[in-house]
């Protein structure tokens, strides 16, 4: 099954974040039988301090993959991902909110703090992680998420997934939310009741 994932999203994220713009519409959000873990990790923060999965355990926590210099999706995205953290929080929901950067080069800790403060990413529950190389960040997209991070060629793009990834505090990967989806209502009932 696992192996089938990665193949339909692989073909599927080979064609470039434009297609993935284009898609919209919500998706299946269980996932939860496609047996998908994050493996062990540890990498810097938004404050240039170390942060990994054993600060995560016993957190249900909202994945993404993103880049500052994005050119297409994440201007849509990071919002997104913004008001689904407002609203945990209104709602009393405690979770964690985790943004990985797939231009760990150019997204440093501190380019990735302005970001996440230009956005209104409240820290005590967001972290904005860097301090790999790319191929560091496309494997633990490719084992946790079963989705691909590759340069586009001749572009400034890279291609990454548009999807939130909801983990319990077991590390598994529970469902995924289409992250360019501007009605997120369907989303927060779902995830407050993955949550709760």
Same mark, same amino acid.
């Given at each position: 099954?696992?192996?089938?994932?990665?193949?339909?999203?692989?073909?599927?994220?080979?064609?470039?974040?434009?297609?993935?713009?284009?898609?919209g519409? %919500?998706?299946?959000? *269980?996932?939860?039988?496609?047996?998908? @873990? #994050?493996?062990?990790?540890e990498f +810097?923060n938004?404050?240039?301090?170390?942060?990994?999965?054993?600060?995560?355990?016993?957190?249900?926590?909202?994945?993404?993959?993103?880049?500052?210099?994005?050119?297409?999706?994440?201007?849509?995205?990071?919002?997104?991902?913004?008001?689904?953290?407002?609203?945990?929080?209104?709602?009393?929901?405690?979770?964690?909110?985790? %943004?990985?950067?797939? *231009?760990p080069?150019?997204d440093?800790? @501190? #380019?990735l703090?302005?970001?996440? +403060?230009?956005?209104?990413?409240?820290?005590?529950?967001?972290?904005?992680?860097?301090?790999?190389?790319?191929?560091?960040?496309?494997?633990?997209?490719?084992?946790?998420?079963?989705?691909?991070?590759?340069?586009?060629?001749?572009?400034?793009?890279?291609?990454?997934?548009?999807?939130?990834?909801?983990?319990?505090?077991?590390?598994?990967?529970?469902?995924q939310?289409?992250?360019?989806?501007?009605?997120?209502?369907?989303?927060?009932?779902?995830?407050?009741?993955?949550?709760?």
């Amino acid at each position: 099954m696992k192996k089938w994932i990665v193949a339909v999203m692989s073909m599927i994220l080979l064609s470039g974040c434009g297609w993935l713009y284009e898609m919209g519409g %919500s998706s299946e959000y *269980d996932i939860s039988e496609a047996n998908l @873990e #994050v493996p062990p990790f540890e990498f +810097t923060n938004q404050e240039n301090e170390p942060f990994g999965k054993e600060d995560l355990e016993g957190d249900y926590w909202l994945a993404n993959m993103i880049f500052t210099q994005c050119p297409s999706v994440c201007p849509t995205m990071t919002p997104n991902m913004q008001r689904l953290q407002d609203a945990m929080l209104e709602e009393g929901v405690e979770m964690k909110f985790i %943004s990985f950067t797939v *231009d760990p080069e150019q997204d440093t800790p @501190e #380019v990735l703090h302005q970001y996440g +403060t230009n956005v209104g990413a409240n820290f005590n529950y967001w972290n904005f992680l860097t301090g790999y190389h790319q191929d560091e960040i496309a494997e633990l997209a490719k084992e946790a998420f079963a989705t691909i991070v590759a340069d586009v060629e001749n572009s400034d793009d890279i291609t990454h997934s548009t999807r939130f990834y909801l983990v319990d505090p077991d590390g598994v990967v529970i469902r995924q939310y289409d992250g360019m989806q501007s009605d997120q209502s369907d989303i927060i009932d779902d995830m407050k009741s993955a949550v709760n």
